[in-house]
């Protein structure tokens, strides 16, 4: 340790070489660290879909209709085609959930509310609607089956609560951030439809999420981060919303799940929903969330791999820098070296400080490798959150850590072997 | 015995490119004797120094270090001997050029199991002591070779060894300097530690009580030995 000190003094007298290095490590880091993100980022969003949802691997089955549109001729199968999978035995659940925004008025608190949002927007792509909420609307089996989220106050939405009309008050759950805005039972209203057909849907709460309630994306629910509900409104689909527009049906078709009772369901089910699809001209199919799953990540990890692989490249090119290097400034401080050992220093010192040495560019190429990677990846943020940002977490940061072990690891061992060869007889007055 | 060598073979390289450094050399140091090494160039003279230093081994022979025998030891307790029981003084100083003249003296203290303080304390009465304590902060390299020759000693000093091995400790100094110098070893010497001085200087070896000539890598005179 204390010869290290010394070291450190002549690293920095070799500055530039070894800026020009960590210069070198850094950017193979930045290419390595963008393949594990992205591995990590699978993991990520596996783990988050259980940990968000109730949504079983084999059993909960997404429903696709790769050519349903927002035609009247395919939104009027397609509700035939709802209706049909609701009286499959198998299918113990079935429906969508969604993610739009209302604007409440007619209500007491109207000022707080706007105020409430203008903090809570503040330097976000919503600051310019502080008159505004997002709201997911559930169809009452995803509500029912899936959903984990709890409430501090309030009740929970019933299976009536799902089955209202556009006339009726539509029950509705507040985020935790509106707790002190909205009180159990304010009402409030929101148009619902669009130009001459919109009208008011009176809403009324009945309960608030606790703080961190989460839900998945509706924009794609496996790859993007989860929404933290504190700032969302939860309510059942009315008719209006459901199914009042063909475009509202089509919005719908990015999240249609079913539940099976069990796995070996999957393939009868399968069959009977493409039957039926077949007869009405449309062509659904299923896969269960964990074929979905894997797929996606075979495409991820592929594209990961060819990433990593590059970042190997970069290693090797830097690994043979490094060494060269390394190998270079040992025989530049021979003589150094000699008057080290003739005061004590042994073989093993001398190895010691070149590993350290080694160790203390790689470490530091790492963690600024690191610190790139977060920059990037944050200033490719164009959404409120990027799920990629989830992936720096311990498990990363050790994969790195092995990462640069083996990097020095491998450009020590040569330096190591060139130091044990030294003969300090030669190294201070250089006789013989 | 102090120091004893006992047929003691150094040769360099292999087969046809064999060279005989040292032939069968046995020699008995006591503590506290200051010898001279005299010889022509390619004598043996540093190989021998080398091998009684613990910064080579021998090829035949035995090497026996206040009792302990040198030769069965590896490259860790060699450079443990290095530090504990021996410092070196060279003609071209065998200093850190870019340290400073503190960071040099300090060297083999670094090794030792001493706080920051107590190398401090220690660095400094020895600069103190030869007179270069204003020199501390300065780099080796812009010391004139008379100082630079005085950290070298200093260095030896603050190791606080019994035996000082100087390999032409004055080649590179004027006759004012290594007068300095030599008068220093003969300070060291007074104090108890066993001094061994390579030179090809007639008035350099006659500071000294023990005259050993080599050639050809044997000893060929080994005058006034008590």
């Known amino acids: 340790m204390k010869y290290m000190l010394l070291n450190l003094k002549s690293m920095w007298q070799r500055k530039w070489i070894i800026v020009l290095m960590i210069v070198q490590l850094i950017v193979s880091f930045w290419v390595i660290n963008h393949a594990l993100i992205t591995i990590e980022t699978i993991r990520y969003q596996q783990k988050q879909l259980f940990s968000v949802t109730h949504m079983k691997e084999e059993t909960t089955i997404r429903l696709f209709i790769p050519d349903g549109d927002d035609s009247q001729w395919f939104v009027e199968r397609f509700r035939k085609l709802e209706k049909f999978i609701k009286t499959i035995p198998n299918v113990k659940g079935y429906g969508s959930f969604e993610e739009t925004t209302i604007s409440p008025q007619n209500f007491a608190n109207k000022t707080r509310y706007m ?108 790859i993007d981060h989860a929404n933290e509900l504190d700032r969302f409104f939860v309510a059942p689909y009315f008719p209006e919303e459901r199914d009042g527009r063909p475009m509202d049906v089509a919005v719908r078709l990015n999240n249609l799940f079913l539940q099976l009772s069990d796995k070996r369901d999957f393939s009868s089910v399968e069959k009977t929903i493409e039957q039926k699809g077949k007869e009405l001209g449309i062509y659904p199919t299923l896969k269960t969330i964990s074929n979905e799953m894997k797929e996606y990540e075979n495409n991820t990890k592929q594209s990961a791999r060819f990433t990593f692989m590059v970042g190997l490249f970069f290693v090797v090119v830097t690994l043979i820098g490094v060494i060269s290097v390394t190998i270079s400034s040992i025989q530049a401080r021979k003589y150094d070296i000699g008057v080290m050992m003739v005061t004590g220093a042994s073989k093993r010192d001398i190895g010691r400080i070149v590993v350290m040495e080694l160790f203390l560019l790689v470490m530091t190429s790492a963690i600024i490798g690191v610190v790139l990677s977060y920059w990037t990846e944050w200033q490719d943020t164009f959404f409120e959150y990027n799920i990629r940002l989830q992936a720096f977490t311990w498990s990363l940061y050790v994969k790195i850590m092995v990462v640069s072990c083996f990097i020095v690891l491998l450009s020590s061992f040569i330096p190591l072997w060139n130091v044990n060869k030294l003969a300090l007889r030669n190294l201070v007055e250089g006789r013989e | 015995m102090f120091i004893e060598l006992q047929n003691v073979t150094k040769i360099y390289g292999k087969d046809e490119y064999a060279t005989k450094a040292l032939s069968q050399v046995s020699l008995q140091i006591e503590r506290g004797e200051f010898i001279s090494i005299m010889g022509p160039s390619g004598s043996g003279k540093s190989t021998l120094l080398n091998i009684i ?150 008035k350099i070896a006659s500071y000294a009580n023990r005259m050993i000539y080599l050639s050809d890598g044997c000893i060929q005179l080994d005058k006034g030995r008590g």
């Not at chain 1, 792509?125 to 984990?148: A, P």
């Not at chain 2, 006759?175 to 007639?202: F, P």
Request: aromatic share 10%; glycine share 6%.
């Open chain 1, 115 to 222: 105020r409430k949002n203008e903090q809570l927007y503040a330097n976000t792509r919503m600051e310019s609607y502080t008159d505004s909420t997002k709201i997911i609307y559930f169809d009452y089996d995803i509500y029912r089956l899936f959903s984990k989220f709890q409430l501090m106050k309030g009740r929970e939405l019933s299976k009536e609560d799902f089955e209202k009309t556009n006339k009726d008050v539509i029950p509705i759950l507040i985020g935790y951030d509106y707790h002190d805005v909205f009180h159990i039972g304010d009402r409030f209203q929101a148009l619902a439809g669009l130009g001459e057909n919109a009208f008011f849907v009176t809403y009324e709460v009945v309960g608030i999420l606790e703080q961190g309630a989460k839900w998945l994306s509706a924009n794609d629910y496996l």
């Open chain 2, 53 to 202: 230093g613990c910064m080579d081994v021998p090829t035949e022979g035995v090497y026996r270090l206040e009792g302990e025998d040198v030769t069965r030891l590896n490259d860790r307790q060699l450079s443990d001997i290095r530090n504990k029981k021996v410092s070196f003084i060279f003609q071209q100083f065998a200093l850190m050029t870019n340290f400073t003249v503190f960071e040099n003296v300090e060297l083999p203290l670094l090794k030792r199991n001493m706080s920051k303080k107590e190398r401090r304390e220690k660095v400094e009465y020895y600069l103190n002591k030869l007179g270069i304590f204003h020199l501390r902060q300065k780099n080796i390299s812009k010391l004139s070779g008379g100082q630079k020759q005085r950290v070298a000693i200093a260095r030896a000093m603050v190791a606080e060894t019994n035996i000082v091995l100087a390999d032409e400790p004055t080649g590179s100094l004027d006759r004012q300097n290594g007068e300095k110098v030599m008068g220093l070893l003969q300070q060291m010497n007074e104090e108890g530690k066993c001094i061994i001085v390579i030179t090809h200087d007639e």
